[in-house]
Nanobody, 115 residues
Framework: QVQLVESGGGLVQPGGSLRLSCAASGSMFRLFVMGWYRQAPGKQRDLVATITSGSSTNYADSVKGRFTISRDNAKNTVYLQMNSLKPEDTAVYYC?????????WGQGTQVTVSS
């Protein structure tokens, strides 16, 4: 069992920045494909970004050039640096850990972009 704990969400003005963190339990973190997803009210949960065990990254078109996913295997932590935030980035952001067919989710952290 893997536990994921997100932090770093909050209220930010348009154009601002936030960094989300997701700390994972266990000794197999370095093997997981880690990802960030988000879910706005009344909408489905969508992929934001993923990073493989080899640190290859993938981004949704809507966040390319603004968001950066990274990982620190020594700290069992994955990060999402979010710059140039827009109101449409408002959502609950979830951390995901995937290995093969199995996956784990965090509890989510709210990000609100508003003036």
């Amino acid at each position: 069992q893997v536990q994921l704990v997100e932090s770093g969400g909050g209220l930010v003005q348009p154009g601002g920045s936030l960094r989300l963190s997701c700390a994972a339990s266990g000794s197999m973190f370095r093997l997981f494909v880690m990802g960030w997803y988000r879910q706005a009210p009344g909408k489905q949960r969508d992929l934001v970004a993923t990073i493989t065990s080899g640190s290859s990254t993938n981004y949704a078109d809507s966040v390319k050039g603004r968001f950066t996913i990274s990982r620190d295997n020594a700290k069992n932590t994955v990060y999402l640096q979010m710059n140039s935030l827009k109101p449409e980035d408002t959502a609950v952001y979830y951390c995901n850990a995937r290995l093969g067919s199995g996956g784990y989710w965090g509890q989510g952290t709210q990000v609100t972009v508003s003036s």
